[in-house]
């Protein structure tokens, strides 16, 4: 098999926040490895990827919800044939619809990532650890109800 | 060469954090390899290992000022016979000196690290990636003399 390659985990990134913001659960899901772990933006600890998922899902995946990003230069390290790091900083504007059903809008102005990639046993690079934070504070305002009218 | 192990790795993130504390006078840029790459702080872009590492080692404190890290349980994968990932929760309290040479304490109380640590052909680890952060914006207060 063939190294990978510096284009081969930009094209995986870019995948990445464009199943997210078009909103396509499964295959967001799949850039996941079973056994990946995550340092959420906001998150105090570390945490199985498969429970960041479910709360992605529910929070930024919904029809009220949305995820829109701005990526900046991409730094790729490769480290051997199936291994590779990409970092690189993002702007993001997110809509979020909390389990209370409110809705919070949040700009994360520098946003700052981490993504481990990992060559699984198909050939399909897939993430096994990440860490996103921000370099400064994230804002976020409640938004109004939205009318039920306008989703008829 | 030996495969890295766990205990490989959760001796090399204690030692990296007796050094920032001023417990070790082990060098900071000898922990990284040349080509690392790191997000730090407040640091809105990633920058050189090794220029942040000389640039920290000016900021630890002499025996005079001490600083104290915790480091709370390490999560490592081993993701190649050379390579792993160490991610874990941190606090660390320190001093630093301001340019207007006010001296101010610094309480980083729920940080966030990830280090990847591979091995060279010395045999030794070295971090070739690291990724630190907060939950919240670390406390600062004026320090004492």
């Keep these: 098999m063939s190294?990978?390659?510096?284009?081969?985990?930009?094209?995986e990134v870019k995948k990445f926040w464009d199943f997210l913001s078009r909103k396509l659960k499964s295959q967001f899901a799949e850039m996941y490895l079973s056994s990946a772990t995550v340092f959420a933006a906001d998150a105090r600890r570390m945490e199985p990827a498969r429970l960041m998922l479910v709360r992605r899902e529910r929070e930024l995946l919904g029809p009220a919800s949305s995820v829109a990003a701005k990526l900046g230069p991409i730094d790729v390290q490769p480290l051997g044939a199936d291994l590779a790091i990409a970092s690189y900083p993002f702007h993001l504007s997110i809509t979020r619809t909390r389990a209370s059903g409110k809705r919070y809008q949040s700009e994360v102005p520098s946003g700052r990532?981490?993504?481990?990639?990992?060559?699984d046993e198909k050939g399909v690079l897939r993430i096994i650890h990440e860490h996103m934070s921000s370099a400064e504070p994230v804002s976020t305002k409640e938004l109004p109800p939205t009318d039920p009218l306008k989703h008829v | 060469m030996k495969n890295i192990s766990s205990d490989d790795v959760h001796k090399e993130v204690?030692?990296?954090w007796a050094i920032l504390s001023g417990n070790?006078?082990?060098?900071?840029e000898e922990m990284y390899s040349p080509t690392a790459i790191v997000f730090t702080g407040k640091a809105k872009r990633s920058e050189s290992g090794k220029l942040m590492a000389v640039r920290r080692s000016r900021?630890?404190?002499g025996p005079a000022h001490s600083s104290r890290a915790e480091v709370g349980s390490i999560d490592v994968q081993i993701v190649g016979p050379d390579v792993a990932i160490a991610a874990y929760t941190y606090s660390f309290n320190t001093q630093k000196i301001l340019a207007n040479g006010s001296k101010v304490q610094i309480n980083t109380l729920l940080g966030r690290a990830t280090q990847i640590f591979q091995r060279g052909e010395d045999g030794a680890l070295r971090i070739v990636h690291e990724h630190l952060s907060a939950a919240?914006?670390?406390?600062?207060?004026?320090a004492g003399e």
């Design chain 1, 3 to 11: 190294n990978i390659s510096s284009d081969d985990v930009r094209a």
């Design chain 1, 113 to 119: 990532v981490t993504q481990v990639f990992r060559r």
């Design chain 2, 14 to 16: 204690h030692r990296f």
């Design chain 2, 24 to 28: 070790l006078t082990d060098k900071l």
């Design chain 2, 59 to 61: 900021q630890i404190p």
């Design chain 2, 136 to 142: 919240a914006p670390p406390a600062m207060e004026k």
